[in-house]
């Protein structure tokens, strides 16, 4: 089965600190997504992956940077933490090898709280 | 620009009682289709995908979603829902460029 690792499950950080979560996936899969998760608004698309050192914007960048160094870690920075910040951030996963509709795997989410 | 609409943001129900989570989306082009489901404190799972052929899809325990092209629409339904079914349940479409897009969720409660 493939596992999706989040670093933290709860996080509490003070508006402005910089905040790195982590996430990382055992199955060499290419693609990799940061999402965030609000009531009424479902899953929004930050930034994602295809490849080691590679990166797109999705949705919602602003605020956000990420960093892909190796193929099986992809982590989501913070630059200056806001309190429209706090949200439920998933990580997730996905291979390419059997094309656009490979499905997405998921880590179990962080919950980050910026006061 | 690919969209995913659910329009009901909570359907209560009891056991045993049949249901339906309505997604509608809306792409100018083929567009292939998921339905995710989060249980309490964990990430999203994989429930069922269409991508081609039978319009009618099923997952391993009794959710089927029937694509309806005509009617831009991938409706989930189970005939008699267990509490432990008890979720939020996301569709989503693929837009191409390795992204979905989600709707923003129904939550399913299950009462006794």
């Known amino acids: 089965d493939v596992k999706v690792t989040q670093s933290s499950r709860y996080l509490v950080k003070r508006t402005g600190e910089k905040v790195f979560l982590e996430c990382v996936q055992d199955m060499d899969h290419e693609n990799m997504f940061w999402y965030r998760q609000d009531p009424g608004l479902g899953l929004r698309l930050i930034y994602f992956s295809y490849d080691v050192k590679m990166k797109e914007k999705g949705d919602i960048p602003e605020g956000y940077s990420v960093s892909r160094e190796k193929k099986e870690r992809f982590s989501l920075i913070l630059e200056s933490a806001s309190t429209n910040q706090t949200s439920m951030y998933l990580c997730?996963?996905?291979?390419?090898?059997?094309?656009?509709?490979?499905?997405?795997?998921f880590g179990n989410g962080t919950r980050l709280t910026v006061t | 620009a690919q969209s995913v609409t659910q329009l009901d943001s909570q359907v209560p129900v009891f056991e045993e009682a049949p249901v339906e989570l309505r997604c509608n989306y809306s792409s100018s082009v083929s567009v292939y289709l998921f339905w995710y489901v989060q249980y309490p404190n964990q990430g999203l799972q994989l429930l069922l995908k269409y991508l081609s052929g039978s319009t009618l899809v099923e997952s391993i325990n009794g959710f089927e979603a029937e694509f309806n092209k005509s009617q831009t629409s991938f409706h989930l339904r189970k005939p008699s829902v267990h509490i432990s079914d008890t979720a939020e349940y996301f569709c989503a479409v693929n837009t191409g460029f390795q992204k979905l897009v989600f709707g923003t969720g129904t939550r399913l409660l299950v009462s006794p």
């Open positions: 997730a996963s996905r291979t390419t090898g059997t094309g656009e509709n490979s499905p997405l795997h």
